[in-house]
């Protein structure tokens, strides 16, 4: 008897937002990953110093927290392809790439027949029939460099409206003191083992009346977004949102960050000792790509 179930092509849903769109692509020992904003107000001067400056805190390059070797490595810097004039916006999408120039495929060579405990190595197999094993592809936090540069220029976006997006490391594993982060990290490292951590991340200027109720709740599609990032396992709003509509407040929410699945000490590699020390300006750029979306913003 033939089997009612079909095995459809799988989809790959890459693209988040209704008004202004980002999509992604590429993967972490690819050749480049990169994205396309588009829904982007014309006559908007860029401003590229803030996406480096961003790009740079995702890199780690800013602060003194102990991150990853590739992090220290590989200079993130983008080729702009389309939707610009003179860093200009021109209302068309705006295409860009970050090239992998440290990428390292022969650093995961050995784990190309393995299935890595808390990674997504087996369902991806299982979904595609096939996965890229160098670093994880899709699934390694590498993709996020290209939120990075889209939100940070919602970012931009919001700010020309008052809005800001404001995100910090306020927790490593139960130490909630900063000034002692450095030395818990660093003893991490040494271990060979990894540790989580929350981000939280306040956004102040939203108007009351923004956002919508019910099923599209203005805490929903924060969640929604900031649950996408890699190794992001809860989301908590603290303030600002009523019913799903802004009341005008300061909208606070936390999120958490689960150790690193791979233990440099097991596998080798370049891994992050704490994904969350990172993740902070990814947690901005995916709230202020929501904002800048349920604002339908106008130039």
């Not at 693209?15 to 692509?25: A, E, L, S, V």
């Not at 702009?80 to 650093?107: F, H, K, M, Q």
């Not at 999120?255 to 596998?267: G, I, P, Q």
Request: glycine share 12%; hydrophobic share 40%; net charge neutral.
């Amino acid at each position: 008897m033939r089997s009612l179930f079909v095995k459809f092509v799988p989809k790959a849903m890459n693209t988040i937002g209704k008004h202004i769109r980002f999509t992604d692509f590429g993967e972490s020992h690819g050749v480049a990953v990169g994205g396309v904003l588009d829904g982007v107000p014309s006559r908007f001067k860029i401003d590229f110093d803030a996406i480096q400056h961003d790009l740079d805190r995702r890199a780690g390059r800013t602060g003194d927290l102990a991150v990853s070797a590739r992090a220290k490595e590989e200079r993130d810097e983008v080729e702009w392809l389309s939707g610009l004039l003179d860093g200009v916006t021109l209302g068309s999408p705006i295409a860009y790439i970050i090239r992998n120039t440290d990428a390292r495929a022969e650093d995961y060579e050995a784990l190309k027949d393995v299935y890595r405990e808390g990674h997504a190595d087996w369902v991806y197999e299982q979904k595609y029939g096939i996965r890229d094993y160098r670093g994880g592809g899709r699934a390694s936090a590498r993709e996020t460099v290209a939120r990075v540069v889209a939100g940070s220029i919602a970012k931009q976006l919001l700010a020309q409206q008052g809005i800001r997006v404001e995100g910090a490391l306020v927790q490593v594993g139960d130490e909630t003191n900063p000034a002692n982060f450095k030395a818990l990290l660093e003893q991490i490292r040494e271990e060979g083992t990894s540790i989580g951590g929350i981000v939280e991340c306040r956004i102040k200027g939203v108007p009351a009346g923004i956002g919508e109720p019910i099923f599209d709740k203005l805490q929903a599609r924060l969640a929604y977004a900031i649950m996408s990032i890699n190794g992001c396992r809860s989301f908590a709003y603290e303030g600002g949102i009523v019913g799903g509509i802004s009341d005008g407040g300061e909208i606070v929410f936390r999120c958490r960050f689960k150790a690193t699945a791979t233990k440099m000490k097991e596998y080798g590699g370049r891994h992050d000792v704490c994904i969350a020390v990172r993740a902070v300006p990814v947690v901005e750029a995916m709230a202020a790509l929501v904002l800048a979306d349920v604002k339908e913003l106008k130039s």
